[in-house]
């Protein structure tokens, strides 16, 4: 990428310590901020820094590439460095569940240790994704595959043939490229959502799953400086697929989208989502509210909101345009069959990796993604009685634009209330 003005050169110590996303080297020097535009000019960007070395080859075929004065990498910063050795604290929160072992194994490296945290400081020096580690104190170091996507956990660690699954600080590199589209014409779909719906976690999701960035209509700051790297283009510049809206103002649908894909969640948990968004003193996109100010603003926004919730369903619903409706319920379920269906209704072919079982293997590794809020228990105090009576018709209502539409797939039963999910 061509860079522009570096802004400040420090350590890798001082990158951490000031919490800053992306590190950039260019020849010896290590460039590094918060925000990617400070480091390199991201409408320059390519998969590899190959301008031709200068006093090449005549000949194309045998002319060498190399950075040049103006490439650099970029690269992302994804965790905390670990400043001791992995502790069992450290390795309890690398620990991703029990899984049943495959009968032919796990593809990787084995070698013998004497706890898990062992296991998980060899599998990290190796370089390996995963480290498993079972009651015979057998450690494997490997990589999902198609027979272990870590998509069905099993309940105890202790069942015969179950293993303890860690993940690493190593990237798995077959769903760590992701690329922009480059400028044409292209038949988009249109990401579309109530605001907390779980829309940028799906983003995520797509994005590992595809090799391509992710677009929106916001042109979000913030969630670029986090890694969604799309918010950087404008829809029209066409560098970015899957675009991102919420449609809560009163303009019409926009002409560009082929399709549609609809996110749809339980109404409590989405609009407590948005609040937390919008009053969480730092970190909006993962922190919650204050509960004595989540109270008052469910109050004080609930009346609007579910008006929104409803308003935005029969806006998009009908939509006369290819449509995939999911449930974020579903989706927080079993997120690789989900995302995994989206990319089979995506209309543009160049979203259809020819190794989309390889990259979603590898994402069955790391599904959080980059901006999910934890789950969080809401006591019923928190809603009173004319709340839940106006999310039971709202939910009626969105259930019947969902029969009308011909969605044979069944709505949860959101009326249950805030915990459903």
């Known amino acids: 990428m061509d860079t522009?003005?570096?802004?400040?050169?420090?350590?890798?110590?001082?990158?951490?310590?000031?919490?800053?996303?992306?590190?950039?080297?260019?020849?010896?020097?290590?460039?590094?901020?918060?925000?990617?535009?400070?480091?390199?000019?991201?409408?320059?960007?390519?998969?590899?820094?190959?301008?031709?070395?200068?006093?090449?080859?005549?000949?194309?075929?045998?002319?060498?590439?190399?950075?040049?004065?103006?490439?650099?990498e970029v690269y992302f910063i994804k965790g905390k460095c670990v400043q001791a050795p992995f502790s069992r604290l450290y390795a309890s929160s690398r620990h991703m569940g029990c899984f049943e072992t495959p009968g032919d194994g796990i593809p990787g490296k084995y070698v013998t240790v004497q706890s898990p945290e062992d296991c998980l400081t060899v599998c990290d020096t190796l370089g390996s994704p995963l480290a498993t580690y079972d009651q015979k104190k057998q450690c494997w170091c490997g990589k999902a595959g198609k027979n272990f996507d870590l998509t069905q956990n099993v309940?105890?660690?202790?069942?015969?043939?179950?293993?303890?699954?860690?993940?690493?600080?190593?990237?798995?590199?077959?769903?760590?490229?992701?690329?922009?589209?480059?400028?044409?014409?292209?038949?988009?779909?249109?990401?579309?959502?109530?605001?907390?719906?779980?829309?940028?976690?799906?983003?995520?999701?797509?994005?590992?799953?595809?090799?391509?960035?992710t677009g929106s209509v916001y042109n979000d700051v913030a969630l670029s400086g986090i890694g969604y790297l799309g918010e950087s283009f404008k829809v029209e510049e066409t560098r970015?697929?899957?675009?991102?809206?919420?449609?809560?103002?009163?303009?019409?649908?926009?002409?560009?989208?082929?399709?549609?894909?609809?996110?749809?969640?339980?109404?409590?948990?989405?609009?407590?989502?948005?609040?937390?968004?919008?009053?969480?003193?730092?970190?909006?996109?993962?922190?919650?509210?204050?509960?004595?100010?989540?109270?008052?603003?469910?109050?004080?926004?609930?009346?609007?909101?579910?008006?929104?919730?409803?308003?935005?369903?029969?806006?998009v619903l009908f939509q006369n345009k290819p449509m995939l409706i999911l449930y974020y319920e579903d989706m927080v379920t079993d997120p690789i069959s989900s995302v995994r269906k989206m990319v089979e209704f995506?209309?543009?072919?160049?979203?259809?990796?020819?190794?989309?079982?390889?990259r979603l293997a590898c994402l069955s590794q790391e599904t959080r993604g980059l901006a999910r809020r934890p789950p969080?228990?809401?006591?019923?105090?928190?809603?009173?009685?004319?709340?839940?009576?106006?999310?039971?018709?709202?939910?009626?209502?969105?259930?019947?634009?969902?029969?009308?539409?011909?969605?044979?797939?069944k709505m949860p039963p959101y009326e249950k209330g805030p915990d459903l999910d």
């Open 376 to 409: 969080r228990k809401y006591s019923s105090d928190f809603f009173p009685s004319e709340i839940r009576k106006s999310v039971d018709k709202a939910v009626e209502e969105v259930k019947e634009m969902l029969r009308k539409k011909g969605i044979t797939k």
């Open 346 to 358: 995506l209309p543009n072919p160049a979203l259809h990796p020819s190794d989309l079982e390889e």
């Open 155 to 213: 309940v105890s660690c202790n069942a015969s043939g179950a293993v303890d699954v860690f993940r690493t600080s190593a990237e798995d590199a077959r769903c760590g490229n992701i690329s922009f589209l480059s400028p044409g014409k292209y038949e988009r779909t249109e990401l579309a959502s109530y605001p907390g719906s779980g829309n940028t976690w799906t983003r995520y999701l797509l994005e590992k799953a595809t090799g391509y960035y």
């Open 240 to 315: 970015t697929d899957m675009i991102k809206d919420h449609y809560l103002n009163d303009n019409k649908v926009p002409e560009f989208p082929s399709a549609f894909i609809v996110i749809i969640r339980n109404p409590y948990k989405a609009i407590i989502s948005l609040i937390n968004l919008l009053n969480a003193k730092t970190d909006i996109h993962v922190n919650f509210a204050a509960d004595k100010v989540l109270k008052e603003k469910i109050v004080q926004l609930w009346p609007k909101q579910i008006e929104h919730w409803i308003k935005f369903h029969r806006k």
């Open 4 to 72: 522009t003005e570096p802004g400040i050169i420090e350590s890798i110590q001082g990158l951490l310590r000031n919490n800053h996303k992306f590190a950039a080297v260019k020849g010896t020097s290590c460039l590094c901020s918060k925000q990617f535009h400070h480091v390199a000019n991201i409408r320059s960007s390519s998969k590899q820094c190959n301008i031709i070395c200068g006093g090449s080859a005549a000949n194309d075929k045998d002319r060498k590439t190399c950075g040049g004065e103006k490439s650099v």
